[in-house]
């Protein structure tokens, strides 16, 4: 509530789902963050973490003590649009509660100003996983056109001396063609910018990930989960499609002989 009525820009929610203070947890802390929708969160959102967070933790030789784990979800783009649902934002962190993370909801339209705000609490590593789709939108300049320097400013603010994005790759479902920091096309005018962040290391690839895990959308669960299609429930972690069909979340409704017919 406090975020949708703009009163704070974040909050943030243990596993046992009592609201944290951010200060309390990520006050000089190594920061780890997944953003999505995870709606609702599937094999690919848990492949993504674990891999990435794998990474982080050898890359910067961080442990569970010294390291806090965030999976942000944003009300951005849904607050301008006026259309916030609160239960199902509540049904999505009470499923990644129940599976052992911490959540942030927060009012971040665009990654930049998330890890200016890990930034405000720490000068530590920073570490955000992200899929391809995301990072080009990262690269794209219409996302900054109110900043007075623009990408670059953004940037900036994103690429921080001890930040680094964790890559996964993405499956074209059209042509399936595996997507990758490597073969990823950026507009021209910022290929010599996106070497320079890969040269650097600034952006490196998830090199362990689950192919067959590729394949799954979780736009596309959402649609069977309100058609009450078969087979979702295997795209999801272990006991999620229980919490779904037992709480009625996300569309799903117990199906009757009257809905039968």
Not at 5 to 26: C, E, H, K, Y
Not at 218 to 224: A, D, Q, V
Request: contains cysteine; aromatic residues 14%; proline residues 3%.
């Amino acid at each position: 509530q406090l975020v949708k009525l703009g009163m704070t820009d974040a909050v943030i929610f243990n596993s046992q789902g009592s609201n944290m203070l951010p200060a309390d947890i990520l006050y000089k802390k190594n920061i780890f963050a997944v953003r999505g929708s995870f709606r609702p969160v599937t094999r690919v959102n848990i492949d993504m973490f674990e891999h990435g967070l794998d990474m982080f933790n050898q890359d910067n030789a961080c442990d569970s003590e010294n390291t806090q784990i965030l999976f942000e979800i944003t009300i951005s783009n849904l607050r301008a649009a006026g259309d916030i649902d609160e239960r199902d934002f509540l049904d999505r962190v009470d499923i990644l509660g129940t599976l052992g993370y911490t959540v942030m909801i927060s009012n971040f339209s665009e990654y930049y100003r998330m890890v200016d705000y890990f930034s405000s609490f720490t000068n530590q590593h920073i570490g955000v996983a992200m899929g391809v789709n995301n990072l080009l939108d990262v690269f794209d300049e219409e996302y900054y056109k109110n900043l007075p320097g623009g990408i670059l400013e953004a940037f900036g603010k994103f690429f921080k001396k001890d930040m680094r994005v964790y890559l996964y790759p993405y499956k074209d479902p059209e042509n399936g063609e595996l997507l990758t920091s490597e073969n990823l096309k950026v507009h021209d005018n910022l290929k010599e910018l996106y070497k320079y962040f890969k040269l650097n290391k600034r952006i490196v690839d998830i090199d362990r990930y689950n192919p067959k895990f590729l394949e799954i959308y979780s736009r596309e669960i959402l649609k069977k989960i309100m058609a009450h299609d078969l087979g979702w429930e295997e795209e999801l972690p272990t006991g999620v499609a229980e919490m779904i069909k037992d709480r009625g979340m996300f569309g799903y409704k117990e199906l009757t002989f009257e809905g039968l017919k």
